[in-house]
């Protein structure tokens, strides 16, 4: 059974701090991952992408893969109050069309 | 505007009733999926379709039912035999194997 991990949280950061969010995924061969974040009452919405090893950059966001260690993190900088929300991962399972998702980390952004 | 709609927001079920959800997009997107939500929990996939009259079970499959007549539309049905239905059912759709994006969701409780 190819699982997705994630800490559930709560994760409470200062406002202004960087906020770490970290994911850990069982199938050696998955290419494809994803942060995605959901407000209270929403549906989901993409933050970021990742297919190749190492960081990539999306203004305050960094999403950093490490296909050895089977982990994706995502670093939130100059954390927000707006920035409050759960944050899926999301990493591709058999099938290319199929996503298998974490439960999600609760994010507080204290003011 | 290109989006994905979902339709109603919130729906009622009555015992042993069956009640369609409506999932419609103009993104020229091949691929339609079906999730469901429950609180604290991540999505679980419930059918997803690659092509016009073709789809898959997803995980949770039993007591529900889809179809996908046109490109556009794939409305999902939850059927009486789906003993639990209440959830958050999320509609998504993808351009093949990439980036799922999704509509607003559904709110499905029972009477």
């Known amino acids: 059974q190819k699982e997705v991990e994630q800490n559930s949280g709560p994760l409470s950061v200062p406002e202004g701090a960087i906020a770490s969010l970290n994911c850990t995924y069982s199938d050696r061969v998955s290419q494809s991952f994803f942060w995605y974040r959901q407000y209270s009452g929403k549906s989901p919405e993409l933050i970021m992408s990742?297919?190749s090893n190492g960081d990539k950059e999306d203004g305050r966001f960094t999403a950093q893969l490490n296909k050895a260690s089977q982990y994706v993190s995502l670093l939130i900088r100059d954390s927000q109050p707006s920035d409050s929300a759960t944050y899926l991962c999301a990493v591709n399972g058999d099938s290319n069309y199929q996503l298998i998702w974490g439960a999600g980390t609760k994010l507080i952004i204290k003011p | 505007d290109g989006g994905i709609t979902q339709s109603p927001k919130y729906l009622f079920r009555k015992e042993g009733q069956n009640v369609t959800l409506s999932c419609e997009q103009n993104l020229n997107h091949d691929a339609m999926y079906w999730y469901r939500q429950d609180p604290g929990q991540g999505l679980r996939l419930i059918y997803y379709s690659q092509i016009v009259n073709d789809f898959q079970k997803g995980d949770i499959a039993e007591g529900y039912s889809v179809s996908r007549e046109k490109k556009e539309s794939f409305p999902l049905t939850v059927t009486s035999a789906q003993k639990n239905p209440t959830a958050f059912y999320l509609c998504a759709s993808s351009r093949h194997q990439e980036t799922q994006y999704f509509g607003p969701g559904t709110r499905l409780l029972v009477l």
């Open positions: 990742i297919y």
